[in-house]
């Protein structure tokens, strides 16, 4: 964890996989008509505008948890709020999902890749790199679609709910961290996200080499 060529190589890592998470959230809320991100200026890759300090560093020290600056979304705008919010909440996850994908097939083309640049060999260092935008978007993913309020797969469920206990369910956000912290603190969330994180990590490494066993 503190090898110095590990922590150069999660930086950009973990800023991209906030970033693309919280702008998902912000584009798809905007395309379903609430300019409030927008306003917010929150239409943008720039990671400094999604940073949360504790919430990087959680995701720094966890690769797995953690969680950026909320993007402020008005469901007034929206035509159909309760589908319309979820859309919008499941936008970020899945944005780390597709990444992780994608950082999938990086890691078989460098691994290999066999570039180099003068003596110093960069294909090692790029399909780490890969590998771990694989863990933490995946992380990043699985833990945000856990259904305790306010992450995003609460405002995900509450729109399959009975309307009559859509209210009660969301005022658990008052109480969400405390939740989050106690299962946190307790083993819940590591005996329940990791497992499934190796699972999808071996899927994705699995299925993103196929094409290069064809080569």
Same mark, same amino acid.
């Given at each position: ?6 922590i150069i190589?999660?930086i950009?890592?973990?800023?991209f ?12 809320a905007?395309l ?5 991100p927008?306003?917010?200026?929150r239409?943008?890759?720039?990671p400094?505008?999604?940073?949360d300090?504790?919430?990087?560093i959680?995701?720094?020290i966890?690769?797995a948890?953690? !969680? ?6 008005n ?6 709020? !309760?589908?319309?919010?979820a859309?919008?909440s499941?936008?970020?996850?899945l944005s780390?999902?597709?990444s992780?994908i994608?950082?999938?097939f990086?890691y ?6 066999n ?10 260092p790029?399909a780490?790199?890969?590998?771990l ?6 992380g990043?993913?699985i833990?945000n ?13 509450v729109k399959?709910l009975?309307p009559?206990l859509?209210?009660n369910?969301?005022?658990l ?5 405390f ?10 969330i590591g005996r329940?996200l990791?497992?499934?994180l190796?699972?999808?990590?071996n899927l994705?490494l699995?299925?993103t ?6 080569l």
């Amino acid at each position: 964890m503190f090898d110095l060529q590990l922590i150069i190589l999660l930086i950009p890592i973990l800023l991209f996989a906030l970033t693309i998470h919280e702008f998902s959230h912000g584009l798809i809320a905007y395309l379903l008509g609430d300019p409030t991100p927008k306003i917010a200026k929150r239409l943008t890759l720039n990671p400094i505008k999604h940073l949360d300090p504790l919430g990087t560093i959680t995701l720094f020290i966890t690769q797995a948890i953690g !969680w950026a600056k909320p993007v402020p979304i008005n469901p007034n705008y929206f035509k159909n709020p !309760w589908r319309d919010m979820a859309l919008t909440s499941a936008a970020g996850p899945l944005s780390n999902f597709f990444s992780a994908i994608l950082f999938g097939f990086l890691y078989h083309f460098f691994t290999l890749a066999n570039f180099s640049f003068g003596n110093l060999k960069i294909s090692e260092p790029l399909a780490l790199l890969s590998f771990l935008g694989i863990k933490l978007n995946l992380g990043l993913a699985i833990f945000n679609f856990l259904p305790i309020p306010p992450l995003d797969g609460s405002k995900v469920l509450v729109k399959f709910l009975p309307p009559e206990l859509r209210e009660n369910y969301l005022k658990l956000e008052l109480f969400g961290f405390f939740i989050i912290l106690i299962l946190a603190i307790t083993g819940i969330i590591g005996r329940t996200l990791y497992p499934l994180l190796k699972v999808l990590s071996n899927l994705v490494l699995y299925y993103t080499s196929l094409p290069f066993n064809l080569l």
